[in-house]
């Protein structure tokens, strides 16, 4: 990774002095999963996907909630899959679902290099369609969003579904560029934020969460306790 260029998101750190601090701490992490990192680069897609800060939140949070079962909604190229599989309990295992098949063939092949097949098994199509078949395994420890806007709240009302209760779930995007709260722009942008505000009203709800919170980190991420 380039050392003047600290694979942090800008939201993350006040100042890039703050930011070239803490990748300098986790200096150990820059080769991780480079090969995917390149491939995303490659593609245009890198600021689509977590930085490594945020992989190491996400491989943190995996790791408090105790996690063995696990499911991820938007695989990309298999970048947060990576994390998320590094903090599960041994024997355990993610289901990373996405629909695009460039990406499915990006993260199987990312993964297959890593040697994580073993961990993460990447499902293809429409991810409602695969929330389904996975509801039958259901009670999972947990769930990270990092997909479709205007699915948010339906993946989270999975989710709130099919979590054990304690289990956790995370999802990307939460500021939605800062628009979450705004009306007015481009008709989409509208409805994005409408799609994320119903997310957050599910969220917040306490009789599907028993506490919720939003970590100000990157584009934002939400987090809810089952």
């Known amino acids: 990774m380039n050392k003047e260029q600290p694979d942090i998101s800008p939201g993350l750190c006040r100042t890039p002095e703050i930011a070239a601090y803490f990748s300098g701490l986790t200096e150990a992490d820059e080769g991780y999963a480079v090969h995917v990192i390149s491939a995303m680069v490659k593609a245009g897609l890198r600021d689509s996907s977590v930085t490594a800060m945020e992989g ?32 599960l309990a041994d024997g ?20 297959e290099t890593s040697g ?16 389904k078949t996975l509801g039958k395994l259901a009670p999972f420890d947990f769930c990270f969003i990092d997909a479709d ?16 209760p304690g289990g956790l779930v995370v999802a990307g995007g939460a500021f939605l560029k800062g628009k979450v709260c705004c009306e007015g722009g481009e008709a989409s942008s509208n409805a994005a934020a409408r799609f994320m505000r119903e997310f957050f009203h599910v969220l917040f709800d306490a009789d599907r969460f028993v506490s919720s919170a939003v970590i100000p980190a990157g584009a934002g991420l939400a987090v809810g306790i089952k």
Do not use: F, Q
């Open 56 to 87: 190491r939140l996400l491989e943190s949070l995996v790791r408090l909630s105790g996690a063995r079962k696990a499911v991820e909604i938007g695989s990309l190229y298999g970048y947060s899959a990576h994390w998320i599989s590094r903090g």
């Open 92 to 111: 355990g295992r993610l289901y990373s679902l996405e629909k695009e098949p460039a990406s499915v063939n990006a993260a199987k092949e990312g993964l």
């Open 116 to 131: 994580l097949t073993r961990k993460v098994t990447v499902m293809e199509g429409p991810a409602l369609e695969s929330l």
């Open 149 to 164: 806007m205007e699915n948010y709240p339906a993946y989270l009302r999975w989710a709130a579904a099919n979590l054990r």
